[in-house]
């Protein structure tokens, strides 16, 4: 079981940090961020290696998110800094055997947290 939390509402500039707390063990998962606007599908964020060696990041994003995770406490970041209006979304984690991937092919999915950025 995944638990997203850390999103709210942050001006346009600001930062926000995402966790996923998993309710076990994570270091055989894959791990990633993805997010779903209103009325728009959702769509890849960030992802990382079951031992964080390896990380990718949508063009979108690159240079203002960083991804991270500590195995030892069963938990996923997202730092969001220079928030834009065109950020703002529903933030899902999610996990997966094997290799990181870009899609949505993922194993196990978390509740989501919204994050909203006014202008």
């Known amino acids: 079981q995944l638990q997203a939390?850390?999103?709210?509402l942050v001006q346009a500039g600001g930062s926000l940090r995402l966790s996923?707390?998993?309710?076990?063990?994570?270091?055989?998962y894959a791990m990633?961020?993805?997010?779903?606007?209103?009325?728009?599908?959702?769509?890849?964020?960030a992802a990382i290696s079951s031992r964080g060696f390896n990380t990718g990041y949508a063009d979108s994003v690159k240079g203002r998110f960083t991804i991270s995770r500590d195995n030892a406490k069963y938990t996923?970041?997202?730092?969001?800094?220079?928030?834009?209006?065109?950020?703002t979304?529903?933030?899902?984690?999610?996990?997966r055997t094997g290799p990181f991937t870009t899609s949505t092919q993922y194993d196990f999915w978390g509740q989501g947290t919204e994050v909203t950025v006014s202008s």
């Open 20 to 28: 996923c707390a998993a309710s076990g063990r994570i270091s055989s």
């Open 32 to 45: 990633g961020w993805f997010r779903q606007a209103p009325g728009k599908e959702r769509q890849f964020v």
């Open 89 to 95: 979304a529903v933030y899902y984690c999610a996990a």
């Open 5 to 8: 939390s850390g999103g709210g």
């Open 76 to 87: 996923m970041y997202l730092e969001t800094n220079s928030l834009k209006p065109e950020d």
